[in-house]
């Protein structure tokens, strides 16, 4: 799908913007795919997820610095609406946006989509965010830097939670747009859904090895915001 993501990433309608593809040792053609755009290419033998996103960062020269996965592709103004949340709110260290999953994948990602442990935005009202995925994500690259970027520790899931809870330990806040859409293709199987979910669970436990307090007793975190989704409707 990185050739997608790619295609849709370039056709930004965006006055001013580079992107950045950070190749973590790979071992398909990735790297042959993205040479074939005009993007900036760095290739690294493979450190895991939370290196290869510092080190997008510390190579970029905007002043935000936007995330999205090689499995997804965003709106055409997807940059405008995280633009705008910034500009409209000067202390939101983070801004980012729903990630759904395109049309015409199939029964399974469609039933993947829907499943828990996805990764959904946990809101604390419709415009503030207390988490926010790495999937559909922005920050102010100065704040993102201010903090040491994102833990290593990371490799593959979880980073984007422990970023999003450092960033307001500083006391800044996080900025959701329903707008700042991306198109984010699931698990179109059983077997690589349960590897996510393994993958996310190993995650789960470093974050509350290093986050206690936002754990309660049962080990369970304890979002102050909302975790939205389709709901239960019954019909009298």
């Given at each position: ?33 993205a040479v074939g755009f005009p ?171 290093k986050h206690p307090d936002r ?22």
């Amino acid at each position: 799908t990185l050739a997608e993501t790619l295609q849709h990433v370039c056709d930004l309608q965006y006055p001013n913007f580079e992107v950045i593809v950070v190749n973590d040792g790979s071992t398909d053609n990735c790297a042959e795919i993205a040479v074939g755009f005009p993007v900036r290419l760095i290739s690294v033998e493979n450190g895991g997820l939370s290196r290869a996103r510092n080190l997008g960062a510390e190579a970029a020269t905007g002043e935000i610095v936007a995330y999205i996965d090689d499995d997804a592709y965003p709106d055409p103004h997807w940059l405008h609406y995280l633009a705008l949340e910034f500009l409209e709110h000067p202390n939101h260290a983070g801004v980012g946006g729903p990630n759904l999953p395109p049309v015409g994948d199939g029964r399974i990602a469609q039933a993947v989509a829907n499943s828990p442990g996805g990764p959904l935005e946990v809101l604390v009202t419709d415009r503030e965010a207390e988490h926010i995925p790495g999937c559909n994500c922005a920050f102010r690259r100065d704040r993102l830097l201010a903090i040491g970027g994102f833990d290593p520790t990371f490799r593959t899931a979880g980073d984007d939670v422990d970023f999003c809870w450092r960033l307001m330990d500083q006391g800044w806040t996080i900025g959701y747009h329903p707008s700042a859409l991306v198109w984010h293709h699931r698990r179109n199987s059983v077997k690589t859904f349960l590897k996510q979910q393994r993958g996310y669970g190993i995650a789960e436990a470093l974050l509350e090895r290093k986050h206690p307090d936002r754990y309660n007793l049962l080990g369970h975190v304890t979002w102050k915001g909302r975790v939205y989704g389709k709901g239960v409707w019954q019909v009298l």
